[in-house]
């Protein structure tokens, strides 16, 4: 009975440390597709419609905001910038979310749109071969943002939310967070 006991409670650790780990391995998986140019297995690790969705929220300042509510209280010329900036970043974000451009983005070790996103995004082939070593943490049980590890934490995050007990894709990006300090000069 001890033995079965042992044998029960050390399954049960191993199960909880696989699934703690899940996350770290899934990046591995994410790097060594990188690494071998196979975009197609990179894409797996992926949700692309929740990573565009998560993207334009944030370009488009839209996170939280009910449909059809003005937030410049009337001021015409504002609005007409928002609707504009609204109407070109969501087509831009959708050709840019590509397996090379995502690469570009996690080469950088931050989310954003760089000319070298650009660039692999036109061209379909990504410049980076290799990802930097990355911070990970858990926010809960459900997600885990990572970044550049030498990048600090406004610069902004990844972050993948699992799909089931061990598996995780790539779903959400935060963007860099703004200090707020105006620049001298």
């Keep these: ?19 703690y780990f899940s996350p770290h391995w899934t990046l591995y998986r994410m790097r060594s597709a990188i690494e071998n140019r196979d975009y197609e297995s990179f894409s797996s ?13 944030q370009v488009t300042g839209t996170t939280g905001r009910k449909p059809g509510v003005n937030p410049n209280h009337g001021n015409s010329l504002e609005s007409l910038t928002e609707t504009i900036v609204n109407g070109l970043a969501g087509p831009l974000i959708d050709v840019m979310l590509t397996p090379p451009g995502i690469i570009e983005m996690l080469h950088v070790g931050k ?11 036109l061209t379909q082939v990504p410049d980076a071969t290799v990802l930097p070593a990355m911070t990970v943490s858990y926010r809960g049980w459900e997600r885990v943002v990572f970044r550049g590890a030498n990048l600090p934490a406004e610069s902004g995050n990844f972050v993948l939310r ?12 935060e963007l860099e967070r703004q200090s707020g300090k105006a620049e001298p000069g």
């Design 45 to 57: 690790y992926v949700d692309f419609p929740a990573l565009r969705s998560s993207l334009k929220e």
């Design 1 to 19: 009975m001890k033995r079965l006991a042992a044998a029960a409670l050390t399954l049960a650790i191993l199960l909880v440390l696989a699934s």
């Design 162 to 173: 699992r799909q089931n007990l061990w598996t995780w894709k790539l779903a959400e990006v």
């Design 111 to 121: 989310p954003g749109i760089t000319r070298n996103v650009v660039v692999s995004t």
